[in-house]
């Protein structure tokens, strides 16, 4: 079996552990928000920290949140017009499922194990981008469509929410270290590096606990609509970018992918906050995961993007 192959098909084993888990009763999908929310204040952020300690500073790389922003930006723009005439409350919904991606939760495992520190580098910093997206466009817009502001400023809830993140931090602190040079001790980084290498397995069996395909039947139509959507746009502007900007191979296979990579997690926890349908939201992230899956397999196999 090639390293493709091997990747994604210990991953699918990997996530299939964790849905068994959950089937079996060993383990709920209320204990995944406190899996989830582990992983975010510990293995994600050292995993953030330490790419970012090695990563290259290239005039490059700052095009990856560029690039990010303005596709989330139209995107979410899109679906605004798109579902403008669906009742308020899945119109909210559908409009952030638009825009945004889930890299931490879904990719950063899968392209660690195929391109190493390397392709997180890429990942990571168009993430940086899908960050503006997913925290500031997607809950504003959010907001801004379920008509109760309440007595929050939304601009300060949001700036708040992106600069208390643990990853986000990681990040800023990571680059900090990396443009000006500051050691860090043999053993803080070992011990760094030992909780960083807990992200992969315990991100893919969250994706497994998280699964579910269950939705009344009524939603399936507005579901796919915003799906179609997604997709049809990521690959045809991934691809029109993969032919046409004059950047490296590894560059291009990791901005074709990440445009077609699921709804961000966060969808669940907007729709759950702003009293949208969240059975609805659940429905877009996990059939998008499913989706996305799928269609990075048969990419990486038709474009040949493994490293030789």
């Known amino acids: 079996m090639n390293t493709t192959n091997l990747v994604f098909g210990s991953a699918l084993i990997i996530i299939g552990i964790g849905y068994l888990l959950k089937s079996f009763k060993f383990i709920e999908t209320k204990d995944a928000k406190s899996l989830s929310k582990f992983l975010m204040h510990t293995t994600f952020p050292a995993l953030i920290f330490t790419t970012m300690l090695?990563?290259?500073?290239?005039?490059?790389?700052?095009?990856?949140p560029l690039?990010?922003?303005?596709?989330?930006?139209?995107?979410?723009f899109i679906g605004f017009l798109i579902f403008k005439n669906e009742e308020p409350k899945n119109r909210g919904i559908l409009?952030?499922?638009?825009?945004?991606?889930?890299?931490?939760l879904f990719a950063y495992p899968l392209i660690e194990g195929i391109w190493g520190w390397e392709g997180l580098t890429y990942a990571i910093?168009?993430?940086?981008?899908?960050s503006v997206i997913n925290f500031m466009v997607n809950y504003g817009?959010?907001?801004?469509?379920?008509?109760?502001?309440?007595?929050?400023?939304?601009?300060?809830?949001?700036?708040?929410?992106?600069?208390?993140?643990?990853?986000?931090?990681?990040?800023?602190i990571g680059l900090a270290f990396n443009i000006f040079q500051i050691p860090v001790l043999p053993l803080a980084m070992d011990i760094v590096e030992t909780i960083a290498k807990?992200?992969?397995?315990?991100?893919?069996?969250?994706?497994?606990?998280?699964?579910s395909v269950r939705l009344p039947k009524a939603a399936f139509a507005k579901v796919f609509q915003l799906?179609?959507?997604?997709?049809?746009?990521?690959?045809?502007?991934?691809?029109?970018?993969?032919y046409t900007v004059p950047f490296e191979f590894q560059y291009r296979n990791m901005l074709l992918i990440c445009l077609i990579l699921p709804a961000g997690m966060t969808l669940i926890t907007y729709s759950d906050e702003l009293n949208f349908?969240?059975?609805?939201?659940?429905?877009?992230?996990?059939?998008?995961?499913?989706?996305?899956?799928?269609?990075?397999?048969?990419?990486?196999?038709?474009?040949?993007?493994?490293?030789?």
């Open 54 to 64: 090695k990563v290259e500073l290239t005039a490059a790389l700052g095009w990856l």
């Open 67 to 76: 690039i990010a922003m303005l596709f989330g930006f139209l995107s979410s």
């Open 95 to 104: 409009t952030m499922g638009s825009a945004g991606w889930n890299l931490g």
């Open 125 to 130: 910093m168009f993430d940086l981008g899908n």
């Open 141 to 172: 817009m959010g907001t801004y469509l379920a008509g109760n502001h309440g007595n929050k400023n939304p601009i300060q809830h949001v700036i708040k929410k992106i600069f208390t993140l643990p990853p986000f931090q990681a990040m800023l």
């Open 198 to 211: 807990g992200n992969k397995p315990m991100v893919l069996l969250l994706m497994g606990i998280y699964f």
């Open 227 to 242: 799906l179609g959507l997604r997709y049809v746009l990521g690959l045809s502007i991934g691809m029109l970018l993969y």
């Open 277 to 308: 349908d969240t059975g609805i939201a659940a429905a877009i992230v996990n059939f998008s995961m499913l989706i996305s899956f799928i269609i990075m397999w048969t990419l990486v196999g038709i474009f040949n993007m493994a490293p030789h």
